[in-house]
C-alpha cells in the first residue's frame, strides 16, 4: 500500500508542468500567471492530501490524475479565484432591508445617475455659476429642506456617524438627557451608552423602562445640560403600561429652558406608509414641523437610498456640526451624494418614489402582485419539477427588516420547496451555491422562497436555479 502511493505520488506533475499544460489550451490562456499558478498549486496539494488520506488501494486508484482532470480542476478553481468577493444575490428571504444583503436597493434613477458621475467628472465642490469652489453637499441640502421643511442639512456615511457628530459637536464635556427606555442598541453592537461616551459627551438617564414623564426630564436639567436627546425606538416596541414624552411637549421644555432638543430618527421615513397597512411610524417631516432642533436618519433604510447619515435641522445648529472637523472624517464620496439626489429627487412626486424605490415598492406592492409573481415562476417550472420534488404557493408573511418597522408582518406569498431525497438545508446549501446565489429560508424543514423580495427579472434566474439544481 505505501508503495502504490508513493508510485501514485510520483505521477503528480511539476508545478510548472501543470500550468504550461494550462496555458497551451484554453483554460489557462487568458488567466494573470500569478493567478493561473495559485490555482495550480491548490489543485495538486488537493490531489497530494487525496492520495495520502486514502485508506485502500482501490481508493488510490479512484483518484482522477489524468491531464483532462487536473485541467477541469484548475479551469474550475481559476473560475473561482476570479470571481469577485462581493458579489450580487437574489433575496428570496422575504426581509426587505436585510442588512446582511446590502439593505436598500437603489432606483433605477440612482444607479444611472451614478454610473455617470462616477466614470466623468463632475462639479463635486465646484460652483458652475460663479465658477469658483463651492459647496460638496449643494446637490442635496436643498432638496432636503424641501422634502422635510427643515432649516438646513448635512449629509455624512451614515447615521451611527450623524449621531455621534451631532453629540460631539453640541455637548462635548456637557450632560445630554434621555429616557432609560430609548436607551437602544442597534445591530453591530451599537449603543447610545457608548456612542454618547465616545463622543464626550455625559450620559444623564431619567424615568424608568417603560415609563418617562415630563418632570423627569425638567428635573434632570442643571446648568450642565447641553441637549435633551430622543430617540425612536425603531427597532423594538414597549407595551403595555408604558409611556413616554412627544416631541412636541420636549421641543416646548427646549424653548422654556433654552435648550435645543435633538431626535434620532433611525430609519428615515419620508412617506405616510400606513394607507398600505403598514404601522405608524413617524416622518421626518412630522418632527422637523414640531420644532425638533436636529434631526438624524438613515439613507438606506425607509427612504430607499444610499448608506448615509442625514442631518436636518436648524441652520444655527447645522452650522455647528458642518464647522466641526470632525465632518471631513465622516463626509460622504460623490457616488452616495449621486444616488442620494437621485433618490431624494423622486420624492418631489410621492407617486413616483412609490412605483421606482425598489423599498417602498416592495413594501407597498399588493397581496395580488406577489401571488402573480410567485405563480409566474410555478408555471415556468412546471415539468421542470418531476419524482420526489413538490412545489406550491402559500401564505406567509414578510419583514421589513434592518429595525424598521419591527412589529410589521406583511403579507405574502412564497413558493415552498420539497423533496422526498433531500433535507431543507440540503435544498438550501444549492440555491446558496448557484450562480447567482438564490437565498430563501427554512421552515419546519421546508424551504422557502418568499415572492416579495424577488424582482420581476430574476423569476427567470430562479428558474435556472431549479433547474440546476434538480440535474445534480
Same mark, same amino acid.
Given at each position: 500500500m505505501q508503495e502504490e502511493r508513493l508510485f501514485i505520488l510520483r505521477q503528480l506533475p511539476s508545478v510548472d508542468a501543470l500550468a504550461q499544460v494550462c496555458q497551451e489550451g484554453n483554460g489557462g490562456r487568458q488567466a494573470p500567471r500569478p493567478l493561473l499558478l495559485e490555482a495550480v498549486r491548490g489543485v495538486i496539494e488537493h490531489k497530494r492530501h487525496q492520495i495520502l488520506a486514502a485508506t485502500t488501494a482501490e481508493e488510490l486508484h479512484t483518484i482522477a490524475l489524468e491531464h483532462e482532470a487536473l485541467i477541469t480542476e484548475v479551469e474550475r478553481r481559476l473560475a473561482s479565484l476570479q470571481q469577485p468577493n462581493l458579489r450580487r444575490v437574489i433575496n428570496a428571504t422575504g426581509v426587505i432591508l436585510h442588512t446582511n444583503l446590502g439593505r436598500a436597493l437603489l432606483s433605477q434613477a440612482a444607479v444611472e445617475n451614478v454610473a455617470l458621475l462616477a466614470s466623468h467628472y463632475s462639479n463635486l465642490e465646484y460652483d458652475l455659476e460663479r465658477g469658483e469652489r463651492g459647496e460638496r453637499y449643494v446637490a442635496v441640502v436643498d432638496l432636503l429642506r424641501k422634502l422635510t421643511g427643515a432649516e438646513d442639512a448635512l449629509v455624512v456615511n451614515n447615521n451611527a456617524a450623524a449621531v455621534f457628530l451631532a453629540l460631539q459637536s453640541l455637548a462635548l464635556g456637557r450632560e445630554v438627557i434621555v429616557s432609560r427606555g430609548e436607551l437602544i442598541e442597534i445591530g453591530g453592537s451599537f449603543r447610545i451608552p457608548d456612542i454618547m461616551r465616545s463622543s464626550g459627551a455625559l450620559l444623564c438617564e431619567v424615568g424608568t423602562t417603560n415609563k418617562t414623564h415630563l418632570v423627569d426630564y425638567d428635573r434632570a436639567i442643571t446648568e450642565r445640560t447641553a441637549l435633551l436627546l430622543k430617540v425612536h425606538t425603531?427597532?423594538?416596541?414597549?407595551?403595555?403600561?408604558?409611556?413616554?414624552?412627544?416631541?412636541?411637549?420636549?421641543?416646548?421644555?427646549?424653548?422654556?429652558?433654552?435648550?435645543?432638543?435633538?431626535?434620532?430618527?433611525?430609519?428615515?421615513?419620508?412617506?405616510?406608509?400606513?394607507?398600505?397597512?403598514?404601522?405608524?411610524?413617524?416622518?421626518?417631516?412630522?418632527?422637523?414641523r414640531v420644532g425638533v432642533d436636529v434631526v438624524t436618519f438613515s439613507g438606506d433604510k425607509l427612504l430607499g437610498g444610499p448608506q448615509a447619515g442625514i442631518i436636518v435641522g436648524k441652520q444655527r445648529h447645522i452650522a455647528t456640526l458642518k464647522r466641526h472637523p470632525l465632518t471631513r472624517v465622516v463626509r460622504i464620496d460623490k457616488m452616495t451624494l449621486a444616488s442620494l439626489e437621485a433618490t431624494l429627487r423622486l420624492y418631489l412626486d410621492p407617486p413616483a418614489a412609490l412605483r421606482e424605490i425598489p423599498t417602498l415598492r416592495m413594501l407597498t406592492a399588493s397581496v395580488r402582485e406577489v401571488e402573480r409573481r410567485g405563480r409566474r415562476l410555478l408555471g415556468r417550472l412546471r415539468?421542470?419539477? %418531476?419524482?420526489?420534488?413538490? !412545489?406550491?404557493?402559500?401564505?406567509?408573511?414578510?419583514?421589513?427588516?434592518?429595525?424598521?418597522?419591527?412589529?410589521?408582518?406583511?403579507?405574502?406569498?412564497?413558493?415552498?420547496?420539497?423533496?422526498?431525497?433531500?433535507?431543507?438545508?440540503?435544498?438550501?446549501?444549492?440555491?446558496? %451555491?448557484?450562480?447567482?446565489?438564490?437565498?430563501?429560508?427554512?421552515? =419546519?424543514?421546508?424551504? !422557502?422562497?418568499?415572492?416579495?423580495?424577488? =424582482?420581476?427579472?430574476?423569476?427567470?434566474?430562479?428558474? %435556472?436555479?431549479? =433547474?440546476?439544481?434538480?440535474?445534480?
Open positions: 425603531s427597532n423594538y416596541r414597549i407595551l403595555g403600561f408604558t409611556e413616554s414624552v412627544p416631541g412636541e411637549v420636549l421641543v416646548r421644555l427646549g424653548w422654556e429652558r433654552q435648550l435645543p432638543v435633538m431626535e434620532d430618527l433611525g430609519s428615515g421615513n419620508l412617506i405616510d406608509l400606513t394607507p398600505y397597512g403598514l404601522e405608524p411610524e413617524p416622518t421626518v417631516p412630522d418632527v422637523v415539468g421542470t419539477l %418531476r419524482g420526489s420534488w413538490s !412545489i406550491a404557493l402559500q401564505a406567509d408573511v414578510s419583514e421589513v427588516g434592518a429595525g424598521a418597522l419591527p412589529l410589521a408582518k406583511i403579507p405574502t406569498r412564497t413558493v415552498v420547496v420539497r423533496s422526498d431525497r433531500r433535507s431543507a438545508a440540503e435544498i438550501e446549501r444549492a440555491f446558496r %451555491r448557484h450562480d447567482p446565489p438564490v437565498l430563501g429560508r427554512i421552515q =419546519q424543514d421546508t424551504f !422557502i422562497l418568499d415572492m416579495r423580495t424577488v =424582482q420581476d427579472h430574476e423569476v427567470p434566474e430562479l428558474v %435556472r436555479a431549479f =433547474q440546476t439544481m434538480c440535474h445534480e
